[in-house]
């Protein structure tokens, strides 16, 4: 179809935004001292990987299969995003009695820890992950990651399931 962009810029479209989404959130560490959780982090390494795979996407120009894999690849990557941010927005809106204590940061856990149950303990949460620091429209960051990944995640499996 003439009026859609080809596979190949579709993956610079993901990349484009993956960066930009990446760039907003350096913005508001280094800028605005908004310093992110673990939770955070995580998010921040599944948008890095969706753009990385669909960067990588994008400078291949692979044939149907390739393209294929690729879309699958980027559409991993914004599942585990979504699952992650979800579970941010969840802890988010639990009420302060329930949620978890603060623990150790994540370098911490990253030292001490082998990476298994750092993986675990990150998505148990904690209480600085239910922190609210910043919103936009009723919205928290999290709620918003979780809303780029939904966006990414459908250009992805549309990526993945198109016939041209």
Sequence with gaps: MPYLPSPRLTNLGIFVAALVAMLFA????YYQYLDPCPLCVFQRLAMIA???????????GPAQTGRRVYAGLTLLATVIGIAVAGRHVWLQHLPP?????????????MDTFPLHQVMMKVFKGSGECAVIDWTFLGLSLPAWTLAAFAGLAAVALWQLLRRD
């Design 50 to 60: 969706a753009g990385l795979v669909a960067l990588a996407a994008f400078l291949h």
């Design 26 to 29: 350096l913005w508001l560490q």
């Design 97 to 109: 009695e329930d949620v978890p204590a603060c623990g150790p940061g994540l370098d911490y856990w």
